[in-house]
């Protein structure tokens, strides 16, 4: 097949994804018709993106049934690239940021509507619930300052969807996302005046507030706030996402959400914690808003996108309430890799995923300390 | 007593747990099987090859200039490479009078009996308590080593240890002069001591060849780790050990190629020298463009560097200046000159 035929049938293939997508907000869709897909999907990605190809071969897998495919470690999109396109049909490539690795994972995406739909389809259940509108701002940087970030394209997709007005100043609603007075972190710090600016609009349009931030980017917040209060508006929602691993001040999550629900005048359930990966284009979520449970460190996967718990050392799924690496099988990959490994681990809880932190590598390589030894000494 | 004369007594203490015929030398036999899960064959060849406890009088001249003076040492072992806690120890006593050693928790045998055999030398501790004018020789990932840099109290010097591996750097030439069994033999030794968890332990192999000789190399390895796994049977590697693999191996299937025998595996790929192999018999042959530059770009995580013959000697020497440089087959015997690792001192 020739690049624009391999182009041809990855478009078709978003095409279904979307319709999936859009299909299962009105009803939950049959487990076959998820396999049916991921199929499809997984066949293109087995032909086409070389890296995956490879896996399969060197497992010998038949795609008779997507529990027996291969997932592809999330170290792999740092190694080489994954995707079913040559680099001159990307729409953009998003790289990983905030890890530990010593190098930057690409994405590399052949069309961005699919993320798009997905993103906002899922932001839409977990984040506004019942509510159709909201006004929106981000503690992160303008896009333009970070082209290679998808929670700032997936932020500026929510801008655009779930926000009716343009701010004062703005051109137009839909494109709100071009507005640097929405992105409230530079160079200088969180912009505290434009966040308050925007409870005081929202609270004039008689509506939620939807701030969408990283957790580090949240903590910086309440230092700048102080003994600050800043009450947003009656319903309004505050999504945290990212941790702080390799950083050197790990942030306490139960801490976080119980200080910005004070500060913030809201309830702690209504401190929505997102994961994503910038090597997935679906998202997982609390479900307070979603599922009715309020329980801090559930997450719930949208209908396209599936996750399960796998055995660190043989790969196969865990026993029920076991602990085992994510696998995530991701319909919204269409042009990179179906199903992805991450080093997060993970216990399936009723419908739900606890996310557990991260796999610990084996000490490293050579004359290491545990570094909990060392920790414990340096402590004393 | 002088650093020297400190030093040779720790000698003599490792001399005991070398010997198998002393009762501390049975006992070290005994019970590091438990703690380090290497074969009896693997703990055998550790205490009697890789401890050093005949070191000339140029080395034990060099191990003394390479430290400062300092009030108190301590030290913080590993449990990766069980003999390296002589070295450690035998650095901290050239330094110091008073040396305070804390072993490690999975690995807390060997120290403890070095010190029985070598009573009152220095003391084993539970606690880290170092005070300004003390050192602290610890060795651990750069960030673990940075966290304890910012927890120390000012005036302690820490000398810090990071990540690091070993290459080595073989040329078509090398196969036909040695002979296959020899070359991967040597190669292979090298990486099944301690199960290849050592900071010097071989994971990549440099190959400036094409596709024919990558793959006969990586077969012959094969067939070496089957060889030597005759003589050194392969030990227990921990459940992180075994997870370390499984990401790994799907990692190489995705990139290249990766054949696994009963004693050990080996993957192929091309160029790609971000991917380290976990611990536990696996070497990975990059196929690359310029071994010697990729030596120098690898250098400051480079803590040994092996060849064949002296033909790429010095050029390897400047590029990667502060790694240790031996033949094949001696990257598990480095002088006891100082630091196993020398990039940190």
């Keep these: ?118 993103s906002v389809a899922g932001g839409r259940l977990a984040l506004l619930g019942r509510v159709q509108r909201a006004t929106v701002v981000a503690l992160l940087p303008p896009p333009a300052d970070v082209q290679h970030s998808s929670l700032a394209a997936m932020c500026g997709f929510f801008m655009d969807a779930f926000d009716a007005c343009p701010l004062p100043g703005e051109a137009a609603a839909g494109a709100c996302s071009q507005s640097a007075r929405r992105w409230l972190v530079s160079s200088q710090g969180i912009d505290v005046q434009r966040l308050r600016e925007a409870v005081v609009i929202a609270n004039q349009r008689s509506e939620p507030l939807l701030l969408l931030s990283t957790s580090l980017a949240l903590l910086a917040l309440l230092q700048q706030l102080g003994t600050e209060r800043l009450p947003l508006p009656p319903g309004s929602v505050v999504m945290q996402t990212g941790g702080s691993k390799g950083r050197v001040h790990e942030v ?62 043989s790969l196969q799924p865990c026993a029920a309430g076991q602990v085992g690496l994510a696998r995530f099988v991701d319909l919204t990959n269409v042009d990179s890799a179906l199903i992805v490994l991450s080093h997060d681990l993970i216990r399936e809880e009723d419908g739900a995923i606890r996310l557990l932190g991260r796999q610990a590598s084996s000490p490293l390589r050579g004359c290491s300390l545990l570094s909990e030894a060392l920790l414990e000494g340096a402590a004393q | 007593m002088s650093p020297r004369e400190r030093v040779l007594q720790l000698v003599g203490a490792a001399r005991r747990l070398a010997d198998p015929a ?13 703690t380090t899960g290497l074969s009896p064959q693997g703990i055998e060849v550790a205490l009697t090859q890789c401890l050093e406890t005949s070191p000339s009088e140029a080395e034990l001249q060099a191990l003394c200039a390479s430290v400062s003076l300092s009030e108190r040492g301590w030290v913080l072992l590993s449990a990766n490479v069980f003999t390296a806690a002589h070295r450690a ?51 651990g990932s750069d960030a673990t080593l940075a966290g304890l840099q910012r927890s120390l109290a000012p005036g302690v010097t820490l000398k810090a240890h990071g990540e690091g591996f070993g290459v080595v750097v073989v040329q078509e030439q090398d196969a036909a002069e040695m002979g296959w069994w020899p070359l991967c033999d040597a190669i292979v030794r090298d990486a099944v001591l301690f199960e290849g968890r050592g900071c010097l332990s071989p994971r990549l192999l440099l190959v400036n060849a094409a596709d024919p000789f990558a793959e006969r190399l990586s077969q012959e390895l094969l067939l070496a780790f089957d060889r030597v796994a005759q003589a050194i049977p392969r030990g227990a590697l921990q459940r992180d050990e075994l997870a370390d693999v499984s990401w790994y191996r799907e990692c190489i299937f995705s990139l290249g190629e990766y054949h696994c025998h009963a004693g050990g595996s080996v993957a192929r790929v091309r160029g790609n020298v971000q991917l380290l192999p976990p611990p536990g018999r696996v070497l990975q042959v990059c196929q690359v463009e310029q071994e010697v530059n990729t030596v120098n770009m690898l250098a400051p995580r480079l803590t040994s560097v092996a060849r064949v013959g002296d033909r790429l000697a010095a050029a390897l020497l400047r590029a990667a200046p502060r790694a240790r440089h031996c033949q094949l087959g001696q990257m598990q015997r480095p002088a006891f000159d100082g630091p196993a690792d020398p990039r940190g001192s």
């Design chain 2, 89 to 139: 120890i035998a650095l901290a006593l050239a330094a110091s009078d008073d040396v305070r050693v804390r072993p490690s928790r999975r690995e807390p045998v060997f120290a403890r009996l070095l010190a029985e055999a070598a009573p009152g030398l220095f003391a084993v501790s539970e606690q880290l308590e170092p005070q300004p004018g003390d050192t602290v020789w610890a060795y």
């Design chain 2, 22 to 34: 002393d009762p501390l030398g049975q006992r070290a036999r005994r019970e590091l099987a438990s």
């Design chain 1, 1 to 118: 097949m020739s690049e624009p035929q391999v182009l041809l049938r990855s478009d078709a293939l978003h095409q279904q994804v979307q319709r999936f997508v859009n299909a299962s907000l009105q009803r939950p869709p049959a487990a076959h018709e998820f396999e049916r897909l991921a199929l499809e999907i997984a066949a293109f990605q087995a032909q086409y993106c070389a890296p995956v190809g490879r896996l399969f071969a060197a497992h010998g897998t038949r795609l008779a049934a997507l529990a027996l495919l291969p997932a592809l470690p999330s170290d792999v999109f740092r190694l080489t690239r994954v995707a079913v396109h040559a680099p001159a049909a990307d729409t953009r490539v998003f790289r990983t940021s905030g890890t530990t690795a010593a190098h930057s994972g690409l994405h590399p995406l052949h069309r961005l509507d699919t993320y798009r739909v997905a």
């Design chain 1, 252 to 313: 306490d999550p139960d801490a976080l959400r119980t200080q910005l629900a004070r500060a913030l005048g809201i309830e702690p359930s209504r401190v929505i914690s997102e994961y994503g990966m910038t090597e997935l284009g679906s998202q997982m979520y609390e479900g307070h808003l979603w599922h009715g449970r309020n329980e801090p460190g559930l997450y719930f996967a949208p209908p396209w996108l599936r996750v399960t718990a796998v055995d660190p050392v």
